[in-house]
């Protein structure tokens, strides 16, 4: 059977590389498909126009958006193997 390395659907996670404060921000514009600038001016907006009351959402989706996983690191290969430079062979099924 043929396990998808991709999830089929979208996440939204803070991620690690574009943060400002939290990431939750970044996640939302990434989960939109939308620049993360326009998400943080739309939220400076909204703070605005609520009296502040819209920053108490932050902390909040701060602690329940989950960070997106590290990425690991690739497998080290011996130069002296034969089969260096060449692609990994496929995972055994």
Do not use: H
Not at 52 to 63: N, R
Not at 69 to 87: I, N, Y
């Amino acid at each position: 059977m043929n396990t998808p390395t991709v999830a089929p659907y979208k996440q939204l996670r803070r991620p690690l590389d574009d943060r400002i404060v939290a990431g939750v921000c970044s996640g939302i514009g990434r989960y939109l498909a939308v620049d993360p600038v326009l998400i943080r001016v739309g939220f400076v907006v909204l703070a605005a126009l609520t009296w502040g009351a819209a920053v108490l959402a932050y902390p909040i989706a701060w602690f329940l958006m989950p960070e997106e996983p590290a990425p690991t690191e690739p497998v080290w290969r011996d130069p002296a193997d034969p089969t260096w430079g060449q692609p990994p062979p496929p995972p055994a099924g």
